[in-house]
């Protein structure tokens, strides 16, 4: 059974800092293609950053310079990295796997607020 299990979420203000983490079980994440996900109140999900299996990666604009996605292998875990948070990377974040079958988290919440 596959299981993505995030973490790492909270509350922080605004220039702050977060790490998510992504634990994955039933699946070896280096053979997917990996992601974060987020969803804000009324609006659709929108990718916000990608890694595919050689390790390349790509990110939404709005999280360009930022936000940085890693994956430890030996840890069968992926990290969203997010600095210099902003009120609008309020969201549900989720992690994202795909090959043959696409999986997905169930979210953290992400709220940046003072």
């Known amino acids: 059974q596959v299981q993505l299990v995030e973490s790492g979420g909270g509350l922080v203000q605004p220039g702050g800092s977060l790490r998510l983490s992504c634990a994955a079980s039933g699946i070896i994440v280096s053979f997917y293609a990996m992601g974060w996900y987020r969803q804000a109140p009324g609006k659709e999900r929108e990718v916000v950053a990608t890694i595919n299996s050689g390790g390349s990666t790509n990110y939404g604009d709005s999280v360009k310079g930022r936000f940085t996605i890693s994956r430890d292998n030996a840890k069968n875990t992926m990290y969203l990295q997010m600095n210099s948070l902003l009120p609008e990377d309020t969201a549900v974040y989720y992690c994202?796997?795909?090959?043959?079958?696409?999986?997905w988290g169930q979210g953290t919440q992400v709220t940046v607020s003072s």
């Open positions: 994202n796997a795909n090959y043959f079958k696409t999986y």
